[in-house]
């Protein structure tokens, strides 16, 4: 519950799947009136610039995407003069665990067997990562 309300510190509120990012009371104003975009950095911008019965008003409203919200979910609408956007709630990141297969345990090439790489070209080929190996003394290993 921790991470969610982590990922989504940004939205008003959340009710089931969906996110509400803005929330705000514009009297007299369209639905038509209303800009809605996303920049580059993930800030969600809702603007308009109207003539109301209350006189000529701008709006803007900022508010940064929560983690992971899929911009493509985003939607707005002008109710009874409120304004809202939403989202779908971001999806919790899948873990996979990938599994390993082999049973034979590796040992270092001798030289015997580097002159016999070099003369059989055919080794499957090798991609760097970075990594640590660290030798674990049994008493230290809790086995």
Do not use: H, W
């Amino acid at each position: 519950a921790d991470a969610d309300a982590d990922a989504n510190k940004n939205a008003d509120k959340i009710d089931g799947d969906v996110i509400t990012l803005i929330q705000r009371a514009v009297p007299g104003v369209s639905a038509a009136d209303f800009t809605v975009e996303i920049d580059r950095k993930n800030t969600l911008t809702a603007r308009a610039d109207a003539s109301t019965r209350f006189g000529r008003r701008r709006y803007s409203f900022s508010v940064a995407l929560p983690k992971n919200v899929d911009k493509a979910t985003v939607a707005a609408e002008v109710f009874n003069g409120v304004l809202t956007v939403c989202a779908a709630k971001p999806a919790a990141p899948e873990r996979i665990t990938v599994a390993v297969r082999g049973d034979v345990p590796a040992s270092l090439p001798s030289a015997a067997d580097k002159s016999k790489d070099d003369a059989d070209n055919t080794a499957v080929p090798v991609v760097e990562v970075d990594g640590m190996v660290e030798d674990v003394a049994e008493e230290e290993d809790g086995r």
